[in-house]
């Protein structure tokens, strides 16, 4: 555990929130997570005593732990919640200006000296930064997804982020076990700049009619040992952020090369999220995921 934080606040009860709880709980920090409603707040709650039982069930850790584990996370609809955390995180919707309203009301709740993260996948820290009231002490601390089992987190500073937020940050995420990758505050970082145009890519090739969903997954999962093919991965990380990640890279480098499958974007104006909504380039409403195309 840091020597310096104990408590750790997350913004947004999704899967990403639940992963970076779940991790911090189980490294000993007390978790207090927020979201805009109650049963938000339950239903993640639930997932992560689903993921620490599935941990106990395979004896990789013991009823006690879990026990441990559950008893460092609260969660409430409740802002005021988070005014005594040293570190808020925020793992809302990939979407700018959900972002800054979420900083406009956090803000004025918390301890003047603590620390505003964003678990941002693509934008601008130095941007997001300028809508806090502590540009100095926030900064990018990038999770991956499923957080539990990824070893990697992308720190990003913002031209306005302190040294001593940085050495903060990185202790944080040493003290959970993970290895610390430090990126420039470019659009979507090293990870997503390097992954994203691939999924794209991959819609592309489903789009233009080049292979099935099944064709597409399996030739990149046994053709170049993936461990998921990269539509089974668009579902998995969520259809919306995808785009907006594509949306942020096309946007911020001004490059064609980058420009969203329109397959993409009419998935998502359809609401077919992926796995979050029961229907991507999979359905996954029966026992095992059917391909749609
Ligand atoms: C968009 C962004 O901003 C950045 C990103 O995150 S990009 C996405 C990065 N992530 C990836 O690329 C993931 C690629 N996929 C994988 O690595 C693997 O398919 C996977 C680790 C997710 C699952 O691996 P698998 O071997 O098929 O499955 P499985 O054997 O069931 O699970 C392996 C472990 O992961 C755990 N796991 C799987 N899915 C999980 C989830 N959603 N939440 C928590 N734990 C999970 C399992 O419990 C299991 O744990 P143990 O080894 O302790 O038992
Ligand atoms: N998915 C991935 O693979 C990865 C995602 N990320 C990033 O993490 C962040 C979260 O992603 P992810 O967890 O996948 O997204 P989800 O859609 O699973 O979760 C987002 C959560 O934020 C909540 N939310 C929305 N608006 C507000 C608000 N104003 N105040 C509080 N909570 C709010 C949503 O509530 P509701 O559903 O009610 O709107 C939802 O619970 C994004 O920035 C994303 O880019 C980073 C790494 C990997």
């Not at 301890?111 to 540009?135: F, G, H, Q, V, Y």
Request: hydrophobic fraction near 45%; charge should be negative.
């Amino acid at each position: 555990m840091s020597t310096v934080l104990k408590t750790i606040g997350i913004v947004g009860a999704g899967q990403m929130g639940c992963g970076i709880a779940q991790v911090s709980a189980l490294a000993g920090y007390k978790v207090n997570i927020y979201d805009l409603s109650q049963e938000r707040i339950e239903s993640a709650l639930a997932t992560i005593n689903g993921n620490l039982a599935r941990q106990v069930s395979a004896a990789k850790m013991t009823d006690d732990e879990r026990k441990a584990a559950l008893s460092l996370i609260s969660g409430s609809a409740d802002v005021n919640d988070l005014a005594p955390m040293d570190l808020v995180i925020e793992a809302a919707t990939e979407d700018e200006s959900v972002k800054r309203k979420i900083y406009t009301l956090v803000c004025p709740v918390l301890k003047p000296d603590a620390i505003l993260a964003t678990n941002t996948s693509s934008l601008s820290i130095t941007r997001l930064a300028s809508a806090t009231d502590r540009p100095e002490r926030f900064m990018g601390i990038h999770f991956m997804n499923p957080v539990p089992v990824m070893k990697l987190v992308e720190l990003v500073r913002g031209i306005a982020t302190e040294e001593a937020t940085f050495k903060m940050a990185r202790d944080y995420v040493s003290s959970l076990d993970k290895t610390v990758t430090v990126a420039e505050d470019f659009p979507a970082f090293i990870v997503n700049r390097i992954l994203l145009p691939m999924i794209n890519e991959a819609i592309y090739t489903l789009y233009e009619g080049v292979g099935t969903v099944d064709a597409i997954d399996t030739a990149m999962k046994l053709g170049a040992n993936h461990p998921m093919g990269p539509l089974q991965l668009a579902d998995f990380i969520g259809l919306d952020t995808c785009l907006s990640i594509m949306q942020v890279l096309h946007e911020g480098l001004s490059d064609s090369k980058y420009r969203p499958c329109p397959l993409l974007v009419k998935y998502v104006e359809a609401g077919w999220l992926g796995r979050k909504s029961g229907r991507g380039f999979y359905d996954y409403r029966g026992e095992v995921p059917v391909p749609t195309r």
